[in-house]
């Protein structure tokens, strides 16, 4: 069971002596909503704030969400979990944030609750990272002997089904797509500005959600996300109406781990899957 | 009246495209079935490219490129070879026929080869039957 007390008495004491002694500017962790069981994402900038920290099981936010929000170069403490630490190092990747600007936070945490359910997120929803893979302060003790199991055993089910009743799941899922984009605010590597979806030169994809704007949404959204998804299921936690984006990310990052032999955000050292080649590519690939 | 698929075809400036042209002059006989785009490379290719073209009526969607080490650009098909091979997973994934989606390498001196591929694919649409799936057919544009 993850000490969850003891992880936010370390994060207020952290946060507190890391503004003090001006080694960040901010730290980004989580705070109070209107009742513990919703805490809020948090920036807090003075150290006598550093007291309306929290940290409980309903913390799901990915808060390396709002790191590229602040110019490169700002010192930056971050509270991250397992899949969240590996989305620093997507983006460290990706050149969006330097290493040298971060104070990572790094809290191992097992029995994550999602707030609108309260169900345990476990691996089949999106807890296959249990130990942040890079951190400087570790808030918690690292969590050794509970299994996770594969992100992707999730997916037999739908690997199983005929083609058609594929498309039918997905097009009745999409269908109750109200493209408020929430899917994209959520996402640590949503950080385009533009979007794709918000150009109007060329368009496209409509603006309404109409059916097939919607499929060009998500199938390209689920494209530009190949091989940087990091599984954190923020996105299909926000979704006001339930669509189980996080299914199509695992998929995709199934595949691209099985192509090109590396998960996303493991290593700062690695390339981008997709922004890179190998000798041992073959046209097996392409099926 | 028997149904006759359209396909989209990307072919790369270099080779394919070149290859395109070697099958005109050789006088060699593909099916009309084909509209082919050219671009500079096949990395110019972006997948939304293709999953808009199934949205616009495309039966099926056939790209052309350099072989892989003869990219006119040294590694542009190499890149390509990766964003290819994700974009067929998860057209597969959304539930798309995959014998509707083909990548093929062909170089300027294939004239034989491209004609071969357009009417082996045109064929292999055909016994598929209309696309329907991601086809526009209400609203949208
Ligand atoms: S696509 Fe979803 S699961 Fe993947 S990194 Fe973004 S928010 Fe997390
Ligand atoms: S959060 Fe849900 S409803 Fe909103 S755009 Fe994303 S998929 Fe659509």
Redesign the pocket.
């Given at each position: 069971m993850t000490a969850f007390k003891k992880i936010e008495d370390h994060l207020r004491k952290e946060a507190k002596n890391l503004l003090e002694g001006g080694k960040v500017t901010l730290v980004l962790a989580y705070a109070r909503g209107f009742d513990e069981k919703h805490p809020v994402p948090c920036v807090v900038k003075a150290a006598a704030d550093a007291d309306h920290l929290v940290f409980n099981e309903y913390c799901t936010y990915?808060m390396a969400r709002y790191l590229t929000r602040y110019p490169v170069g700002t010192k930056i403490a971050v509270a991250v979990k397992g899949?969240d630490s590996r989305?620093v190092v997507q983006l460290i990747q990706e050149g969006k944030v330097r290493r040298d600007d971060l104070v990572i936070l790094g809290i191992p945490a097992t029995g994550m609750k999602n707030q609108k359910t309260g169900e345990v997120i476990d691996a089949k929803t999106?807890a296959s990272t249990i130990n942040p893979v890079l951190y400087d302060v570790l808030l918690g003790d690292e969590i050794h002997g509970v299994k996770a199991g594969s992100p992707y055993d999730v997916l037999a089910e739908f690997e199983g089904m005929d083609k058609d009743a594929r498309w039918a799941f997905w097009k009745k899922e999409f269908e109750r797509c109200i493209r408020c984009y929430a899917?994209r605010k959520?996402?640590?590597?949503?950080y385009c500005d533009p979007c794709f979806m918000d150009a109007s030169r060329p368009r496209w994809a409509d603006k309404s959600p109409t059916d097939d704007g919607t499929l060009m949404y998500h199938l390209t959204r689920f494209y530009h996300?190949a091989g940087?998804?990091?599984?954190?299921?923020?996105?299909?936690r926000a979704c006001p109406v339930d669509i189980p984006?996080?299914l199509f990310?695992k998929k995709v990052a199934k595949e691209c781990e099985a192509m090109f032999g590396q998960a996303a955000g493991m290593n700062i050292e690695d390339k981008p899957a997709m922004a890179n080649f190998k000798g041992e590519d073959s046209d097996q690939m392409l099926g | 009246m028997s149904f006759e698929p359209k396909i989209l075809g990307i072919a790369c400036n270099w080779c394919t495209y070149t290859g395109a042209d070697l099958a005109g002059t050789t006088r060699l006989k593909y099916p009309q079935n084909l509209r082919l785009i050219r671009v500079m490379c096949s990395s110019r290719i972006n997948p939304s490219f293709i999953i808009r073209g199934f949205q616009l009526g495309a039966d099926g969607v056939l790209v052309g490129g350099c072989h892989p080490g003869d990219c006119h650009y040294g590694t542009g098909n190499l890149y390509a070879r990766r964003k290819l091979a994700i974009t067929r997973k998860i057209l597969e994934f959304a539930g798309m026929e995959p014998g509707r989606f083909r990548v093929e390498w062909i170089s300027a001196s294939e004239g034989n080869k491209f004609a071969e591929v357009v009417g082996e694919f045109t064929n292999q649409v055909r016994t598929l039957g209309p696309q329907t799936k991601f086809k526009i057919t209400k609203d949208g544009q």
């Open positions: 990915n899949a989305a999106t899917c959520a996402c640590p590597m949503c996300l940087r998804c990091i599984d954190c299921g923020e996105c299909s984006l996080h990310h | -």
